[in-house]
């Protein structure tokens, strides 16, 4: 939010969420699995 804002995007157009704990991409019982989930997903 923080980059974006910085290059001009309105703050009052963003809104950050997070559902890592809530909505993991995949199981988080591997390695690999919580190396999916480490992410940032942006909807324009």
Known sequence: VNFLVGAGVASDRLTAKGFGEIQPA????TKEGRQKNRRVELDL
């Open 26 to 29: 995949t199981t988080n019982a």
